[in-house]
Structures are given as structure tokens and as C-alpha cells.
């Protein structure tokens, strides 16, 4: 453990405490007034000069009250006892600064989160609040005058998934005349909302609203699009990230394709589309995904294709009129620098087949939410037909069952969010189109949102069937009269307290939402960290949803947690105005809590050396010294707790600056008075 | 109130998860006991052992570490590293003659404000049952003993290897 000599007290200090009343917040349990008193008589001799009570620290006013001390008395460092310092240190630094003290030599430390709130003993409440000031008086002693760190800002920016939310962040940023880099993993952009049929409430039709804004983010010369691509390194920080993505091969030259699409009706593999058709369709071993994608280029899927199994075909070659086809191509190394980053990598769907008592893949036909999108598609495999499993038969009665694999212990808690509303644009649909009787099983009906609940009312109105009650099972396993050849829904009616055997033809699963399968690789490539259940974390769930807690890098649409379109767009127009403003800055200032090395005590022993996350420490192999590269640092400490030479210090939080308030947080700065408690 | 032990319990927090579950215990007025004081650090794996040490030498009865649960540190994986030294403390402290129990780590994350709560309440009352530590009194109180100078030395050792 290393003493320093800096900034002990010597009586050149001159510190002001000041304890907010917060009304009757903090007064109410903590004798402010006392607390106070205590801190100007019993910690003078540790430099304070002048500590005062007030009703309101973070008005106005009360603010005023520290910049006249800090002119007048000439402070050197203040203590604020108030709330917690997530709410109002920066309220007070900047108090600080605007008398001419360097912010950083103010310290905040609450007594209302972490006092009077939670105790319930006012004579306690009161000793913990001094030992909490006596901390602060203690840790601000070591406190340096910082400055904060500032970087330049890169004008591009990279987006993750060119799925809704991520179109419309990119539309909105190319527009303001900034260039960006959409990646795009599947051959087009697009996303989900390319294989619905019909939006709810309003019942646009998906492709409608959607094809328009996929051709102007293809045609922006804003925007360059990399699909069929993925990012497979990230390095740099805020304003200045080097990325690196593999452009995989298309097999197919863009500069000569026309996007005429000979190539796919000549090709003689035909294959069981898994994404976009969701197993309901057929693509070729070449294909675009659907007739309006964007890019309009084909991919020739390598896996299935007769020539790279067989060594003979080359049908599309031989009919492309252009001479498009390129079977030497390979994957192409793209290193693109941008300044920000926003992740709308959406979600996957819940593999329904888990619920085995529900019989997806073993009732043939019991169907998906995904699946029921294509066959009510008039561009899908049935031409918009609502029909069962063997192409032709219309159903005349079917079952939606809502929350599988959401709001269920055994797979998912949370809710979905969506489907309630897409198995009520389902209910509508199936009437409309086939006039079938529909029932849907419900365990609590969620509409919120502009004209959502209306719309309910209107299935409501269309004779729709509801039964609140968690399906217990779906079986073909006839016992009554009328129930052969049907798939029976065995449920719980809780509004009528009966267990209730219902006999339909179709089964409509409304399976929820999940985090991609590898968010949690994605979230590490990007350096940002996901919940329990695997979507993105934001940087606060209210008041800072598209940010995240990597400076630089923001999170749109359903990578954050399950919505519908209305609230994707608006987190990706949301994250496009976050991006913005940070590009306009031109640069941006850091938070100064950063590690750095004293070269001389540094034994280059290269224990940090493997710590660090961020790739922030370097080591100088010729001169056997570790270095921390500041704007990569994000100020963790984990190195500093680990260097045995005490080489590293971290600014805001060196080991002076703990240990002395260890000290006083155990009042051993008062003398010989006994702890209290 | 006199006759009952009231123990000194020093806790840190990482400035993302727990502190943030302190602020949302308190915006929620949950109730715990006032035994704790808190020091804010930016992320669990700050914590040096001889923070550690130093709380026990100087008068605490017993050390709260609190960090993001695993997987969700707000710096990827560094509240591992935290885990890591907390296991190397306890063997430490034992080999002390100290309860290792003295020192306990809690993952709470910023929303588990009422876990934070019950956490605290729960690790005072394991401290009441150990009793004082006086560990500072016997090493003379306010100076920093030697023993725990040359544990933490050990310690670092250790984690190096």
C-alpha cells in the first residue's frame, strides 16, 4: 500500500459541507441540522470551515449558497450530503465549476437513498449520515483537479440489421447527410416485418408501408448497403470504432447482375425456404428472398447448389443474359471507420415445438405465428389462402392460443408484447377470408396503445370467440362425439370455472419473442452487455432507452426487448437523433474516471495485462512498461486492484481516495469517540 | 440498544448494478438496517483486497461486496475477477484466525433493490451471531496492522499465479 503525500491535509484545505434537508426527505429522519454541527466542530481539524444545513441544495439557491462559499471563504473542496449521486453530482459539480473550483473537487454523498429512505431510527439515521459526511470530508481530501478528456467524432456510422428499426435510423441519418453502412446478414433488408401480410391495428398491408423505405435506404447515396455480410471485429471507442465485416460471396458479380431473375427460375434445386418462408415454401439453390428484396442481386446458396456438390450444373451461368455469375468469388474483407454504432439486430422467434403438449411438428396441423404470416401473404405460399397443412382444405373452425412460451415459467416470464394484438389480426383475418368460427385462448388480453384496444372491440364485434384460460393441450386423441378427426383444445375457462374440450380443424400458436440466439456473442462483440434473459441493455429503461452503457454504441427496436413496429421505428429514429447530435458535437468530452500507469514503480510484470475487456493496456516490449491508452479505458479499476506494485491509479477512484474513506466512514478522523451505532 | 451487538459493516458497490439497487431501495422505501456504510466503486472488480482488510483492521465487524450479476457486468466480465479475489480473501482471512464468513459477496442487480434490502438486514444478523471482530482494537486501532499489509502481499501473490 503506497501513502501519498499529495493533497493530505496540511491545513491549506479549506472544505464546506453542505447537508440538504430535501423538504422533508431527508429532514424528516435525519436531524440535518445536527449533522451539520457535527461536521463544523468535529472535523475542523480535517480542514472544514464552514458546514451548513438547507432545505433545497439542488435549487437554485441553494446552489448559489456553495458558489458564494467557494468565492468568499475560498474553498478548496466540497462535501455535499444530499441524494444519491446518480440524480444530482452533476448538478453540483457544475455549481462548483461556475465559482471557479474544478468540478472533480466536489464529492456528493447520499444520505437519502442510502439513509433516511431505508432506516426508520432518527437518532441512527443521524450518526450514519455524519459517519457518511465524515467519508466524504475524508475521500475529497484526496480528490485532483481533472479535466475531461476529449475525442473526435467520425461523421459515419454503422448499422447493425436492416430490419425496420434499423432502416428507418439509417433513412433518418442519411437524410441529415451523413453516410452509413447498413449491415445485413440475409440476402435483403427488410427483416420480419417483409414476411407479415397485415400490420395491426390499421391493417396495411406489411409490404406496402415497408417496400417504399427499403428502396430509398437501397437508393440513398447516403447509405451503402452490405447485406449478406456480418461484423466480425470491433475495435476503437466512441467516435472513432474500426470495424471489420466479411462480405460474404455472393457468387454473383452486382456490377453486371440486372436482377432480372433468369437465374432463379433456371435453376433446377429447389429447397425448403427455412427464413422467409418459414418452412412453408420453396426457394431455388440461387435466390433473391422475396420478388421486392433489396438489394435486387441473387445469392447463390453454396450448401445446396448442384455444381459445388457435384462438380456439374452451372444452369444459371449459362442463362444469365449479363454473365453475372461468378462461382470463383470469394468472401471479401471490408475495414470501414465510423464514429457511432447502432445495433438493430431484432429477435428470433420461440421454437414452439418446446411446448410439446401444445404439438407443433407432431399435429400437422397446429402452426406458428410466423408460419400463419405466409399463408395469410398473398405473396406467399398459398397466394394468401387460409388453408391446412395439405394445401387445399379450409378450415371451418380454429384455435389461437396466445402467450406460448411468453408469461410461462418454463420458458419465458416476460410478455411478448405483440400477440395479442397479432392473434387478434389473426381472429379478424381468419374470418374474413374463410368465415370460420374462431376462438382465442387468452390468459389476460393486453391492448395498449393508440387504437389497439379498438380494434379489439371490433373482433370483439365480429363474433370472435374469447376464452381466458392457459391451454393445457392440443390432442387428436378423440374421446367425444364430434371430436374425430379434429384437434381437440383441452382448457381451464376460468370466467366460467369449467374445464372446457374444444374441437377445431386449425391451431394457431402465438409464439412470443426471443433474443437472437447469439446475442450474448453480439452484445460481446460491441462491448455491451444484455440482461438475463439475453436483449441489450439500455443505459436506463426510462430515461435513456436507446443509449447503452458503452459510449457510442446504441440499441434499436427488438435487440432492446419485444415491440411492435410503431415503437422499433421510433427507437430507431430515437437512436438516429442520438447519433446525430453526437456527430454534430464534431467531439466529445469523456468522463475523466480512467487508469493510468506510473511508468516508474511499473515492474512489467504484465499481470494487468490480460484484465482489461476493452483492450485498453499495452504492453511496450522494449522499454517492459504497460501503458493505458485512455480513450480506450473505461474506467472499470480492475487493473488497478490487481497491480501488486501499486503502478496503477485510477483518477476518481485511486486507493487514497477509498481508504481514506474507509477511515471515516469508521470515524477514526474524530479522535476517541466510540463508533455510534 | 446497549445491550445488543450492533455491528459496523462497510459495503462496496459498483456504481451500475448495486449502488444503483441501493438508490431503488431507497426510492422504494424498503426497509434495512442502518449498520452498513457505503463506498461507491465503479465496477466490483475495483475492489482491492486491502480495501478489504483495511475496513476489518480499522473497526468494521464485517465487509459487503456487491456487484452486477454474472454475465452482466457493466464491463463484460470483470465482476468475475471480483469473484475470483473474494474466494482468495476468505481462504486469506481463515488463515487469520478471522470467520471468513465476515466477508460476503452479493450479486444484485440494479433493479433488485428489495434483494439489496434483504441482503444487508440478512448479513447484519450473521455478523450479530459471529459477534465483534476487535480486530482493530487488538492490532491497536488507527494504524494499519502489518498482518493485514502481508496478507493482501500474499494475496496478490496469489492472484498473480
Known amino acids: ?108 454523498v447520499s444520505i437519502r437513498e442510502q439513509v433516511s429512505w431505508v432506516h426508520t431510527d432518527k437518532v441512527v439515521a443521524t450518526q450514519k449520515s455524519q459517519a457518511v459526511v465524515s467519508g466524504g470530508v475524508e475521500r475529497v481530501l484526496h480528490h485532483e483537479p481533472l479535466e475531461p478528456l476529449t475525442v473526435p467524432i467520425h461523421p459515419d456510422t454503422l448499422i447493425v440489421g436492416g430490419g425496420i428499426a434499423g432502416i428507418q435510423a439509417a433513412l433518418e441519418i442519411a437524410d441529415a447527410g451523413y453516410h452509413v453502412f447498413i449491415v445485413e446478414r440475409e440476402p435483403s433488408i427488410g427483416g420480419h416485418m417483409a414476411q407479415f401480410d397485415k400490420t395491426f391495428p390499421t391493417l396495411d398491408c406489411a409490404a406496402c408501408i415497408l417496400t417504399p423505405k427499403m428502396v430509398q435506404a437501397g437508393t440513398h447515396p447516403n447509405i451503402t448497403l452490405l447485406t449478406w455480410s456480418e461484423v466480425e471485429k470491433v475495435e476503437g471507442y466512441v467516435g472513432n470504432f474500426d470495424v471489420t465485416i466479411r462480405k460474404k460471396a455472393r457468387k454473383v458479380n452486382v456490377e453486371k447482375c440486372t436482377g432480372c431473375g433468369i437465374c432463379q427460375e433456371k435453376c433446377p434445386k429447389k429447397i425448403i425456404d427455412d427464413v422467409y418462408e418459414a418452412g412453408l415454401g420453396y426457394r431455388k439453390a440461387i435466390y433473391t428472398p422475396f420478388p421486392q428484396a433489396v438489394p435486387k442481386y441473387p445469392v447463390l446458396d453454396v450448401k445446396n447448389c448442384i455444381f459445388f456438390e457435384k462438380g456439374t450444373c452451372k444452369a444459371c451461368q449459362k442463362f444469365c443474359p449479363t454473365d453475372a455469375i461468378d462461382f470463383e468469388q470469394q468472401d471479401e474483407i471490408l475495414n470501414v471507420k465510423v464514429g457511432n454504432i447502432i445495433l438493430a439486430t431484432g429477435y428470433d422467434l420461440f421454437d414452439a415445438r418446446k411446448v410439446t403438449n401444445y404439438g407443433y411438428g407432431r399435429l400437422a396441423n397446429v402452426f406458428t405465428s410466423i408460419e400463419m404470416e405466409r399463408l395469410t401473404n398473398a405473396a406467399g405460399p398459398t397466394n394468401g389462402q387460409i388453408v391446412l397443412r395439405d394445401g387445399k382444405t379450409v378450415p371451418k373452425a380454429v384455435g389461437i392460443i396466445h402467450c406460448v412460451g411468453s408469461r410461462d415459467r418454463n420458458f419465458n416470464n416476460y410478455c411478448s408484447v405483440i400477440c395479442c394484438m397479432q392473434s387478434l389480426k389473426f381472429a379478424h383475418l381468419v374470418h374474413e377470408r374463410t368465415g370460420a368460427t374462431v376462438y382465442n385462448f387468452y390468459i389476460d388480453m393486453r391492448t395498449p396503445f393508440k387504437d389497439y384496444d379498438e380494434f379489439y372491440q371490433r373482433v370483439l364485434e365480429e363474433s370472435t370467440l374469447f376464452v381466458r384460460g392457459k391451454v393445457a393441450e392440443v390432442t387428436d386423441a378423440a374421446r367425444l362425439p364430434g371430436e374425430e378427426g379434429k384437434l381437440i383444445i383441452q382448457v381451464e375457462d376460468t370466467l366460467a370455472g369449467k374445464q372446457r374440450r374444444i374441437p377445431v380443424d386449425m391451431v394457431i400458436l402465438s409464439t412470443g419473442l426471443e433474443p437472437r440466439r447469439d446475442s450474448r456473442e453480439v452484445g460481446k462483440l460491441f462491448g455491451i ?120 491509479t485510477g483518477t476518481g477512484f485511486s486507493n487514497e481516495q477509498v481508504l481514506a474513506q474507509i477511515d471515516g466512514l469508521l470515524l477514526l478522523n474524530v479522535g476517541d469517540e466510540p463508533i455510534p451505532v | 440498544m446497549s445491550d445488543v451487538f450492533e455491528p459496523v459493516i462497510v459495503g462496496f458497490t459498483c456504481n451500475w448494478c448495486s449502488y444503483r439497487a441501493a438508490d431503488l431501495a431507497g426510492t422504494a422505501r424498503m426497509k434495512y438496517a442502518p449498520n452498513i456504510r457505503l463506498i461507491r466503486l465503479m465496477c466490483s472488480g475495483r475492489l482491492d483486497p486491502t480495501f478489504v482488510f483495511k475496513a476489518l483492521a480499522n473497526g468494521a465487524d464485517g465487509v459487503m461486496i456487491t456487484g452486477c450479476h454474472p454475465g452482466e457486468c457493466h464491463y463484460l466480465e470483470q465482476n468475475y475477477k471480483a469473484l475470483r479475489r473474494f474466494h482468495l480473501m476468505r481462504r486469506t482471512l481463515k488463515g487469520l484466525g478471522v470467520e471468513p464468513e465476515r466477508v460476503k459477496l452479493v450479486w444484485a442487480s440494479a433493479a433488485e433493490g428489495a434483494k439489496f434490502a434483504s441482503e444487508v438486514t440478512a448479513f447484519v444478523e450473521e455478523i450479530r451471531a459471529l459477534g465483534p471482530l476487535h480486530w482493530g482494537k487488538a492490532l491497536g486501532n488507527g494504524s494499519t496492522p502489518n498482518v493485514a499489509e502481508e496478507a493482501v502481499g500474499k494475496e496478490k501473490m496469489e492472484v498473480a499465479a
Not at chain 1, 444530499?82 to 453540483?92: D, I, R, Y
Not at chain 1, 480506450?632 to 480492475?638: A, F, H, R, S, V
Request: aromatic share 6%; proline share 5%.
Open chain 1, 1 to 108: 500500500m503506497t501513502k501519498t503525500t499529495t493533497n493530505q491535509p496540511d491545513g491549506q484545505e479549506k472544505i464546506g459541507v453542505y447537508v440538504c434537508h430535501c423538504g422533508s426527505n431527508i429532514a424528516g429522519m435525519v436531524d440535518v441540522q445536527q449533522v451539520a454541527q457535527w461536521a463544523g466542530s468535529r472535523l475542523k481539524d480535517r480542514g472544514v470551515v464552514v458546514a451548513r444545513d438547507y432545505k433545497f441544495m439542488c435549487s437554485s439557491l441553494g446552489q448559489e449558497l456553495i458558489e458564494k462559499d467557494i468565492k468568499e471563504l475560498g474553498l478548496t473542496r466540497v462535501v455535499v450530503a444530499a441524494c444519491s449521486p446518480h440524480l444530482h453530482e452533476k448538478t453540483f459539480r457544475t455549481a462548483c465549476e461556475r465559482a471557479g473550483l474544478n468540478p472533480f473537487l466536489c464529492e456528493l
Open chain 1, 529 to 648: 452487455s444484455c440482461s438475463a434473459n439475453g436483449w441489450f441493455t439500455e443505459k436506463h429503461p426510462k430515461l435513456d432507452p436507446v443509449a447503452t452503457m458503452t459510449e457510442g454504441i446504441y440499441i434499436a427496436g427488438c435487440a432492446q426487448g419485444p415491440k411492435d413496429i410503431p415503437a422499433s421505428v421510433a427507437q430507431g429514429a430515437a437512436a438516429a437523433a442520438r447519433v446525430l447530435g453526437k456527430i454534430q458535437q464534431k467531439e466529445m468530452a469523456l468522463e475523466p474516471v480512467r487508469a493510468s500507469v506510473i511508468e516508474e514503480k511499473c515492474s512489467g510484470c504484465r499481470i494487468c495485462n490480460n484484465l482489461c475487456p476493452f483492450n485498453a493496456i499495452f504492453f511496450h516490449e522494449d522499454r517492459m512498461v504497460t501503458e493505458i491508452n485512455p480513450a480506450l479505458c473505461q474506467g472499470c479499476g480492475t487493473c488497478v486492484a490487481a497491480c501488486p506494485a501499486g503502478a496503477i
